[in-house]
């Protein structure tokens, strides 16, 4: 039976589920779902020799699992979310080694930082990029997390405002969001929305799909675009590569410890899966085009293609890019490697394409 | 430092490769790449809940690694070619109750099938579809490997021709690619090239590859866009996928074994990274518009991934499907699942999208 099986499957020739479930049900069942739980064994995970040198350096490094502690002090808090002097150092570089402005502007009473490039082109004057930072809900905010906001900004040659918005432990849920939707509001009043894209990685990612749900319930203004990388869609840990990449990532490694930990002080009580969370259990009708990129490692590769899988389903528009043997962010974290300029190409073009010019 | 990298890595805003590289380069090289090999440990993979009950049900089937041994004789080597006749009930009984008719047909010496609708659509009257099935180069052609065939034409309601080349033992490469070229031969000379789409799955997606290089190589007409499921486009253990998803693909499994066996028999001697064999060692320039599926657990993940990215290098429109918990051609199994309904609905739309329609 097992050659037919493998020839069913491998031709994809037969549909063979039927048997197969006969063959295992008498295991015990598990995980939410009605089957039995399969145990993978130990392996070996090379660096993989399909990326350039640059990014094999960035797959290379690996974070010990659960190594993040959640602070435990306000003083804690504080010296996590002011980030380092060795991050603000490394992003000040790279903004005046691409000839960025950085300006702080307080919008609707949020604080935001402008980035400008120094000769914009004629095609993106009237055009803005609204940008929000990841870290788990709790941290990644200041100038010093304005790595990914600089990158696009050049990478676009067009201007962006990060916005740097309130978290726990003063402010949780739904504090992050109703900042961001206040520098919104005001934007759109500013900018022609459909001059306008919004993007973000990780939690940023999660931030802009839930901006654009929000918007539609609240009948405000849509960006013209939206770019999510790797977004943390589904805060619970529901989703395979929660399983099937857990360990594997090399930079997230798992849900259980730190992840967890930031979506619940976050959430502060609400359930992980109310859709003003995880955008993932949301609707995705009317939604602006949207490019998702993540890698093959990701701990969050099903949060991403779920989300493109119900983009699509929504007949939206949805471009999905997934990078060969990269970890949640690493397509963005090295400037240098020839996959980081791949990947914000391929967002930029997509903001470009669909991007309004006019002034109003 | 660790928390430093990790806050670098989480808000994607600090390189920190050089640093992480000086914390382990001192283990030892592995995989082909500098860098140490990691240790995934065992783990606990559940059938994702994240998708449909019938796709649970496909998923939840499990192929022991290294289940199907390579064919000792002529009599094993036949038995295997043949199919079983619970394949050939099964796609009999998918084709007639969708109302397809099936027509043996001998194309340039070449045995094919003719798979039909019953009532073409308006649209579809000078379309076709080429089709070359998978099976690992040594089976999965005759009628019980018509499947694929089957179920493509009937969402796209297009006529197929599904080519059944030779295979070895008797026919090494590259009889199946010179089969299939000499069918797109006589086909372009029946049917304008523009209303034509080749597509396959695995072996099959590999193989329309190999011929969109083929013909670009030897200056013959092109189709107007392509359908690569989960092509297998690296006949060699390289992509990282093939390590990192080693027996989380309930299919394939592992390389080692089966995989590599046929791939060996069917190469006869030839270099593993032939581009003649393995195209994504070919060149993607000019290439017509290509959708790529795949799958979150699928062991051909980068090749899939690689050669989505290496279709975008070469700015040609690549469309890349990945699906949550799928397994190794999974998304194409059964057909009363909604993914399999959606993911060949992607195709349809894709190749009806860049089709010609016009007689001449």
Redesign the interface.
Known sequence: M????????????????????A??ADDAG?????????????????????VSP?L?????????PN???VPKSRAEWAA?QA??P??LE??TKLRESLGLGLERRVIAGVNCFVITPKDIPKRNRHRLLLHV????YV??GGE?????AVSTAAATQTKVISVDYRMPPDHPFPAAMDDAMAVWKVVATQVPPRNVGFFG??TGGAMVLLMAQRAIREKLPLPAAISA?TPWSDLSK????Y??????D???RQYEG?LESFARIYAGGVDLKDPRLSPIYGTFDGFPPTILTTG??DLF??NT??T??RL??AKVEA???????VS???Y?????APETA?ALG?IAAFLDRHLGVADR
Chains 1, 2 share one sequence.
């Open positions: 097992h050659r037919r099986e493998f020839l069913g499957a491998a031709v994809v020739g037969v549909a063979c589920a039927g048997r197969a479930v063959a295992v598990g995980g939410g779902s009605l089957y039995p739980v399969r145990t993978i064994p130990e392996r070996s995970l090379p660096v993989p020799t399909t640059e094999q350096k960035v797959i290379a490094f690996v974070n010990p190594q993040f502690a996590l980030g380092t060795a991050m490394n992003v930072h990841g870290g788990g941290f990644g010093s997390g304005t790595y990914e990685i990780s990388g529901t989703g395979d590569s399983f099937a990449n857990a360990l594997v090399g930079v997230l730190s093959t490692r590769l099903s293609v779920r493109h899988r699509r389903q471009q999905l890019e997934v990078y060969e043997g949640h962010g690493q963005a974290i090295d400037h240098t791949e391929e």
